[in-house]
C-alpha cells in the first residue's frame, strides 16, 4: 500500500542553526508534494510545493528538495529562530480506495527552536 | 477576505445527539474538504466535494454526512454521535481547477462526545 512517513514526531534544535526535516514515501510516484505548517490550535497552513521535475525549491529561510530515487523529500529551516517552532506536515496525492487522487498528510513533526 | 470559516470553535455533546458542523469559505474555491484530527494518528479525510453537488467518502467517513448545495458552504453532520468522534475536526478549501491540489484550512472545530 501506498504509505508517506515524517521519521521524526519531534525535533529539538538551538536558535541559529538549520533545522531539517524528513519524508518519505513509498509504493508511489507523485508529480508533487507539498510541506505545510501548523500552528498548536489552528489549521494547517501551506508553505512550499515541489514538483517532481525540481531538484530544490526556495523560499526565504525555507528550503525543500525532492529525491523521486529515494523516495524522499527534506525541508530545511535555515538560521531557525523560536518563531519557527510548531508542527511540520508533508503532503502527497495517494491513490484512494475509492480510485481517486486524494492529498494525504504525514503524521507531521513537531519542531522546538530552543533559545 | 475572511478565507474559511468553521462553527461552533468547540462544542461538548451528549452520544447519540446530532450534531452539524459549518464550514464557509469566500474564495469561491471548486473543492472542500472535511478532516478529523487526533493525536498519533493524523489528519483523515472523511469526506470531500470536488464541486457543488458532488460529494465523496474520504478515508474515514463512517458515522458522518456531507451536503453541497452551493460552492460557499460545505457542512458536516454526525447523525447519532459516539465517544469515538471526539476529534479536532477542519474544514479546508481548494481552486482544484488544474492539478495542484494546495488546500487551505479553517480553524478548527474542537468536538467532544460524552
Known amino acids: 500500500s501506498q504509505k508517506i512517513e515524517q521519521n521524526s514526531e519531534a525535533l529539538n534544535i538551538q536558535e541559529g542553526k538549520t533545522a531539517t526535516l524528513t519524508c518519505n514515501y513509498t509504493n508511489y510516484s507523485p508529480a508533487y508534494l507539498q510541506w505545510y505548517r501548523q500552528d498548536p490550535g489552528r489549521g494547517p497552513v501551506f508553505l512550499l510545493l515541489?514538483?517532481?521535475?525540481?531538484k530544490e525549491k526556495r523560499k526565504e529561510r525555507l528550503k525543500v528538495t525532492f529525491d523521486t530515487t529515494l523516495k524522499q523529500s527534506l525541508f530545511h529551516i535555515t538560521a531557525s529562530q523560536p518563531a519557527d517552532s510548531a508542527t511540520y506536515l508533508c503532503a502527497l496525492d495517494i491513490l484512494s480506495g475509492a480510485g481517486s487522487y486524494q492529498l494525504t498528510f504525514g503524521k507531521g513533526t513537531k519542531l522546538s527552536v530552543i533559545p | 477576505i475572511a478565507g474559511i470559516t468553521q462553527a461552533p470553535t468547540s462544542q461538548i455533546l451528549a452520544a447519540g445527539r446530532r450534531m452539524t458542523l459549518r464550514c464557509t469559505q469566500d474564495?469561491?474555491?471548486?473543492?472542500m474538504y472535511w478532516y478529523r484530527q487526533d493525536l498519533g494518528l493524523g489528519l483523515r479525510l472523511i469526506h470531500y466535494?470536488?464541486?457543488?453537488?458532488?460529494?465523496g467518502k474520504g478515508e474515514v467517513p463512517d458515522g458522518y454526512s456531507v451536503s453541497r448545495a452551493n460552492t460557499d458552504d460545505f457542512p458536516l453532520t454526525l447523525a447519532s454521535a459516539v465517544p469515538s468522534q471526539t476529534s479536532v475536526y477542519f474544514c479546508?478549501?481548494?481552486?482544484?481547477?488544474?492539478?495542484?491540489?494546495?488546500?487551505?484550512f479553517g480553524p478548527g472545530t474542537r468536538l467532544t462526545v460524552l
Open positions: 474564495m469561491r474555491h471548486n473543492a
Open positions: 466535494s470536488n464541486t457543488a453537488g458532488t460529494t
Open positions: 479546508a478549501s481548494s481552486d482544484a481547477a488544474g492539478e495542484i491540489d494546495t488546500q487551505y
Open positions: 515541489i514538483r517532481e521535475n525540481e
